[in-house]
């Protein structure tokens, strides 16, 4: 990392004023991006990396497993398929790929002080992905991931030395008790402090016992702990160029990298599969339920503009983009 070009306050302000095209307003900038080992992330980052030559620095957030170092979960990365279009017409592109060690479920990320430094200066747009998207996750395990994890990100981002926008991925069901959702963040009855306070200092019946009165109205914690994460966003962060981006179900690719790219075969992609090869001809399910999927690259495409269009558009609460197929969806 010690090979990193300095980036000056004028250039840093120089990205807020690039209105032309996207290649302009990334070009010089350091991003950072969490969760690139998922499904989304990878994704993202394939396109950061192809499409945009002249970013400075990806930093990229990887957690290190008990028996893998950072080092080798990133080379593990870089050896998806997914890459191997930019390999084969540039491979040097990866060197301004740097993996950072952190971990959004710890106090400052678990990030090192040399590292967070480092991120702290050369860091402009911050992409934040990472998540549990478990359905049954533990109510006190998915809100330190997907809540605390949020106002964690953000105060790092409040932290950038000469920060240009920061968004924060959500889904478009953080709210699937309501019937319609509209572009802006609901509330709950609980706030986002109060569910925060009891996860940490209750004991584990007593967790329990309010999960099970919290999904009497939300269909699981993911759902939920996304929720109280938009709530944080939108109150820490009025006035400034910080979004929502809320994904439908993410499916295959349409076109980028290529088409019908998935990482693996898991949730709804298996069931189409196994409608597909004939295995499932009958599913149970309401006849009035919609089915709303999105293409992998119409997401990563709907983030990485909204990194540029909130710094076009600035307003006093954060803006929210919801990214689904409602026009078509399947039933």
Known sequence: MDTIDKKSNESANEGLNKTNTLEEFYAGSGILVTGVTGFLGKGLLE??????????????LIRPKTDETIEQRFKKLIDDPIYDGIKAKNSSLFSRVYPVKGDVSLPDLGVSREDRNLLLEKVNIVLHVAATVRFNE???????????????????????RHAISFVHVSTAYSNANLQEIEEKVYTTSLKPSEVIDMCDKFDKTSINKIEKEILKTYPNTYTFSKNLAEQIVANKCKDLPVAIVRPSIVGASLEEPCPGWLENISAITGVILLVSRGCATVMRGRRDARLDIVPLDFVVDTIISTAWHVTLHPEHEVKVYNCTSNANPLR
């Not at 809100?143 to 994890?149: E, H, I, L, S």
């Open 47 to 60: 396109k950061l990396i192809r499409k945009f030559p002249r970013i400075a620095a990806i930093f990229i």
């Open 138 to 160: 533990p109510l006190h395990v998915a809100v330190n991931v997907n809540t605390k994890g949020t106002v964690r990100v953000i105060e790092l981002w409040n932290g950038l």
